[in-house]
């Protein structure tokens, strides 16, 4: 059974830096992708950065390009997100998610989530 345990969320002052892990256990022989998304309360899950089990590659949202980076540890399971020069509008619960789909940029794509760790930029 596929588990995703998300941490490292917190509170951060505009410009600073933090990074989320994703441990994911019972991962399936299908799985391609390991994806971030993030929610507002009352906001649609947002698309932040994808990456392929496999291979390096990775996608990002227009948004977090230049300042997150996406990364896996495969004999540890883990997959990361550095985030940095973080900014108020960064604000969000962060989910992190697998996918049997390549790079899939959509939530409608994922077939497991963690339950998500706070991340609170302060100005």
């Known amino acids: 059974q596929v588990h995703l345990v998300e941490s490292g969320g917190g509170l951060v002052q505009a410009g600073g830096s933090l990074r989320l892990s994703c441990a994911h256990s019972?991962?399936?022989?299908?799985?391609?992708?390991m994806g971030w998304f993030r929610q507002a309360p009352g906001k649609e899950r947002e698309f932040v950065a994808a990456?392929?089990?496999?291979?390096?590659?990775?996608v990002y949202a227009d948004s977090v390009k230049g300042r997150f980076t996406i990364s896996r540890d495969n004999p540890k399971n883990t997959m990361y997100l550095q985030m940095n020069d973080l900014e108020v509008d960064d604000t969000d619960v962060y989910y992190c998610?697998?996918?049997?789909?390549?790079?899939?940029?959509?939530?409608?794509?994922?077939?497991?989530w963690g339950q998500g760790t706070q991340v609170a930029v302060s100005s």
């Open positions: 019972g991962r399936r022989f299908s799985t391609t992708t």
């Open positions: 990456i392929s089990w496999i291979l390096d590659n990775t």
């Open positions: 998610a697998e996918s049997h789909i390549n790079l899939s940029v959509v939530a409608a794509g994922y077939d497991y």
